[in-house]
């Protein structure tokens, strides 16, 4: 600090403090404190309403996905099957069915063949 000619430090205003105690981080941290348990709870209820909803939400969405999957393909297997005279779908449609049904086959083998090799090992291996 730069010292005043006669060797003495100069004098400082003091810091003004008003509403300094009502504004104070530390008190707002001390207020939440104590309601830790409170604010832990919620958390902890926040993360179980979350998992709960997941817990169905996937479940479902396979459903869908194989019910979806599944009605493709009796359609596709029921077109080809049936005579010429009863067959609804145009070449494109059949086209389009024959890859949606593809792409899902190849997705799932893919998504198997990864949970296979690269998911955590098992201790009893």
């Not at 504004?23 to 993360?47: F, I, P, Q, T, Y």
């Not at 999957?69 to 069915?97: C, G, Q």
């Not at 998504?111 to 098992?122: D, I, M, R, T």
Request: with cysteine; charged share 25%; hydrophobic share 45%.
């Amino acid at each position: 600090m730069a010292q005043g000619p006669d060797g003495q430090l100069p004098e400082l205003p003091a810091p003004d403090l008003e509403g300094f105690a009502d504004d104070s981080m530390s008190g707002r941290e001390e207020d939440n404190w104590k309601r830790l348990e409170e604010l832990s709870r919620a958390k902890h209820d926040n993360a179980l309403a979350i998992h709960k909803t997941i817990k169905w939400l996937i479940p479902c969405a396979l459903i869908l996905g194989f019910l979806g999957f599944a009605s493709m393909s009796l359609v596709y297997v029921s077109h080809l099957l049936l005579p010429l005279d009863l067959r609804w779908l145009t070449e494109d449609e059949l086209k389009h069915i024959h890859s949606m049904i593809f792409s899902g086959v190849v997705g799932a083998a893919i998504a198997l063949l990864a949970k296979l090799y690269l998911g955590e090992p098992n201790g009893d291996k």
